[in-house]
């Protein structure tokens, strides 16, 4: 079936420089050189793909009909694991991308975050020009199976200097997905944005933090030296989850945490408490509770409450984060109470054009402070409108692309469309016959059926161990893929560029030490799965080798009515 497309290749090729010598219809303008090399690229790498496939199919098995098509689930049903291969002595186990895509003990991987602003006001008196924001470098560090540390320096630039600070150094043991023991200095487990928002501004959707958490601020204490639990709660669909943290309290000066020490003999405690609904997939909602006394000066002594809450729909067709604390202050001296609350609400919506490129948001946010509050001076209200973008995806275009543009003629620029359009088509005439996805894991992986929901959490990286002894270990083939697309489409529910950074944004959060392994064909999927224990890959059915374990979903193998991989 490919080689009949060759033909219109070679026509196409010949004929688009009379085409495009013919005067133009619109004035539409001409597409992106250097995006049509790159989709030519892809679409070259699925073709030679496909085509490696027929030839092992034409070699290894007889020519199956729509019989044999449709008993594929059959087949698997009788199989109890995984179906009847065609010899396979030619892709043999390669100890390199074994060795690759296991993880290294010790390994360090080094990233980092940095901003450039610019800004200017109508103010008498004021300075518009550029400043350098925070440069931040994260430092994550599997030390054993069970072992990780992460670290977090930021260089902040002052008048004369740059300040350095330390605002994360964790030492983290995880026994299973329910208990996870962690110390040092963390983000404070109050409410959503101060854990899910670290110091890397393009992780989050706004250009600033809200007042309540702002870095720098007093509202709630942002870091917190100590220990914390962490982990999951066995809830079934409720998707329960829970932080405890005791430590040192706020130091004298409100806005430090305590890193040399705490300000009396009083320890700081903290409790979260959140539900992530398996049916309503994008949910969180939480609770925390943070409790302190504070020595603001020598003799003054406050006990400090704090209570929050929060919901979250982090789908972003719509996003929505809405958060509410109150803090209240008890003099210890005279029994007066005081008491400070605080909210923000967040709307924001992904625009579905440019690649979904651009999220217009919304935020409005409130803090109200008693007038006779002895302990702080903070109050304020904001409303903030703005509309960010994504230029990740441009980077490439900026000046090679117009280059390009000013130096292609027009028969050139006819040839690379017509040349894409039937690349295009093939790969779609190919993938039309493609089978079910299967889920493949090591043979030792104690678990034969997962439903879709669990499936989600498993590749979520919200479930990280099969049990206490094996951790999961992901594997997601490389872009273009249609096993990737699938994955993206049905699990994560996420375009390719929301799904690199929400893997980015999990492992600066010390909660993963590693991305998935990426992986570039099917037969190294199965070769990896049954070579490591806990691995777990996505691959076409048809190309399921023996020493793996195929999965059911939902109670479905792939080839059976509702399999929802496909």
Not at 16 to 21: G, K, M, Y
Not at 453 to 480: C, D, M
Request: proline share 7%; hydrophobic share 35%.
């Amino acid at each position: 079936m490919l080689s009949r497309l060759l033909p219109l290749l070679l026509v196409s090729l010949v004929t688009s420089p009379l085409l495009a010598q013919s005067p133009p219809q619109s004035a539409e303008p001409e597409p992106s050189i250097q995006g049509l090399l790159d989709r030519v690229e892809q679409l070259e790498k699925r073709i030679a793909e496909l085509e490696d496939h027929e030839r092992k199919q034409a070699t290894t098995t007889p020519p199956a009909d729509s019989s044999s098509q449709t008993g594929a689930g059959s087949k698997l049903v009788e199989a109890g694991a995984s179906p009847a291969p065609a010899s396979h002595s030619e892709h043999t186990g390669s100890a390199t991308e074994e060795r690759e895509a296991q993880i290294h003990y010790p390994s360090l991987q080094i990233r980092g975050f940095g901003d450039v602003d610019f800004s200017a006001t109508d103010q008498k008196g004021s300075v518009s020009g550029f400043d350098l924001g925070q440069f931040v470098l994260h430092l994550a560090s599997p030390l054993s199976q069970k072992v990780s540390y992460f670290g977090e320096v930021s260089f902040t630039a002052q008048p004369n200097t740059y300040e350095v600070n330390v605002e994360r150094t964790i030492i983290r043991y995880d026994y299973n997905d329910y208990f996870k023991m962690s110390f040092g200095k963390y983000h404070t487990p109050i409410g959503y944005w101060n854990t899910a928002f670290h110091h890397g501004a393009w992780l989050q959707t706004t250009i600033a933090r809200p007042q309540m958490v702002k870095f720098g601020g007093t509202f709630i204490p942002v870091h917190f030296v100590g220990l914390q639990a962490e982990g999951n709660i066995p809830s079934g669909a409720l998707g329960l989850g829970y932080n405890l943290g005791i430590g040192n309290g706020r130091n004298s000066m409100f806005s430090r945490a305590g890193d040399s020490g705490d300000a009396n003999d009083n320890r700081a405690w903290v409790a979260n408490l959140f539900a992530r609904p398996t049916r309503v997939y994008g949910l969180e909602v939480g609770g925390s509770y943070y409790r302190d006394k504070l020595t603001p000066n020598p003799g003054a002594n406050f006990d400090e409450w704090i209570a929050s809450a929060y919901v979250v729909w982090n789908k972003q067709r719509p996003e929505l984060l809405a958060e509410y604390a109150n803090v209240h202050h008890r003099d210890l001296q005279t029994s007066q109470t005081f008491n400070t609350t605080s909210y923000y609400v967040q709307l924001a919506y992904r625009l579905p054009w440019q690649e979904d490129k651009w999220k217009p948001y919304y935020r409005f946010e409130y803090i109200h402070r008693p007038g006779v509050e002895p302990v702080w001076d903070i109050t304020g209200t904001a409303s903030v409108v703005d509309l960010v973008g994504s230029l990740v995806g441009f980077s490439r275009l900026r000046s090679p692309s117009k280059c390009a543009m000013r130096a292609c003629s027009k028969p050139a620029c006819g040839i690379l469309l017509l040349g894409w359009i039937c690349l295009s088509c093939a790969v779609m005439a190919a993938q039309s016959h493609d089978g079910d996805v299967a889920i493949v894991v090591h043979p030792d992986t104690p678990v034969n059926n997962l439903t879709l929901a669990e499936v989600r959490k498993v590749f979520l990286g919200e479930r990280q161990y099969w049990n206490a002894n094996i951790p999961v270990v992901l594997l997601i083939r490389a872009p273009v893929a249609r096993e990737r697309n699938v994955v993206l489409k049905t699990i994560y529910q996420m375009s390719e560029s929301q799904f690199k950074q929400y893997w980015i944004a999990k492992i600066f959060r010390a909660e993963s030490a590693t991305a998935p392994k990426v992986v570039y064909s099917n037969d190294m999927a199965n070769e990896l799965a049954s070579a490591i224990p806990g691995a777990i890959a996505l691959t076409d059915v048809r190309e399921v080798r023996p020493g793996t374990k195929v999965i059911r979903v939902d109670g479905r193998l792939p080839g059976e009515p509702g399999y929802p991989l496909r």
